[in-house]
């Protein structure tokens, strides 16, 4: 493995397209990629733009028109699918082969090589994107990213309201700092795709942990005694159809904490990108403790 610890160093200084920039992760991407004197731009659907200081198109990853513009000079892009159905890929799949620049796809780590069929629908996609993304010929980079620890976010009314957090119960996995993945991802954006193996990289955190060990960190990081709360499918359902959630992602949410495995996978491959060990969720909660107060 090359040493991609220090892209700073490094003379390629790629064009970058970043998609998803207004997110958990994508936020903590064009950090760092500005940070590193990195020339990016970003595809954002809102007119509002992402951050001063940053170039943007505004778009929509279902949308080739705006795609075909934004990837004009760019030489990488950081390529996120946030949609339940890969069909709609096809025409951006068919805008990146003929830009062709090099693909650093985000994927998931909950994905089963073996299985013909994924275990729920947002795994599904995944898998589906890395096939079309290899079919295409465009030999991305794939990244599989474990659950991120920013998901946790999702609980701030609740924490903010009192000391119990309900929600479905999900697959115990090694959880991982954004910021980590981020670290990750920046440094092969910035490292000479013949410098780099194709991957999947399995970004993973460095302890495996139960929705309830999240809140019990959250809790020690707020000085608080928070309780964790499985909701029976059903009433999940309810709830997030009330929050205004659209019904296939709920279905989706529910089919995945039914069906999604445990995973008691942790790998270094963290450390091998990004030159730095996996934080830990406990760390993640002192850093984030603000936001939920
Ligand atoms: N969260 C996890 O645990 C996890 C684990 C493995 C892989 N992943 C992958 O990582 C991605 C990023 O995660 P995240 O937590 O940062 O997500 P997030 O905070 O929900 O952000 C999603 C981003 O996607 C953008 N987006 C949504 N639909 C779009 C569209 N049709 N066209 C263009 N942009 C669109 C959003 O832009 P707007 O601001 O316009 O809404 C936002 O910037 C996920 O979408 C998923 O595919 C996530």
Sequence with gaps: MPDTTNPANSPY??????????????REIVDRLQAHGARVRCLVRDQAGPRPGVEWVVGDLT???TVHEALIGIDAVFLIWPLLDSAAAH??????ATAAPRVIYLSSTAINDEAARQSDPIVQVHADMEALL?????????LRSDTLASNTRGWVQQ????DVVSAPEAARTAVVDERDVADATVAVLLT?????DDGPHMLTGPEVLSRADQVTHLGAALRRDLRFQALPADLARTRMLADGRPEPLVEALITASEWRPDSHRVTDHVER???????????WAIDHAAEFN
């Design 192 to 196: 000479r795709h013949d410098q780099l």
């Design 63 to 65: 949308d080739p028109s």
């Design 13 to 26: 200084r790629p064009s970058i397209l970043v998609t998803g920039a207004t997110g958990n992760l994508g």
């Design 91 to 96: 025409d951006l799949l068919a805008e990146l």
């Design 159 to 162: 924490v903010r309201a009192g």
């Design 273 to 283: 990108l990004a030159g730095h060990p996996a934080g830990t969720f406990a760390r």
């Design 134 to 142: 290899h079919d295409a010929g465009l030999r991305p980079v794939v």
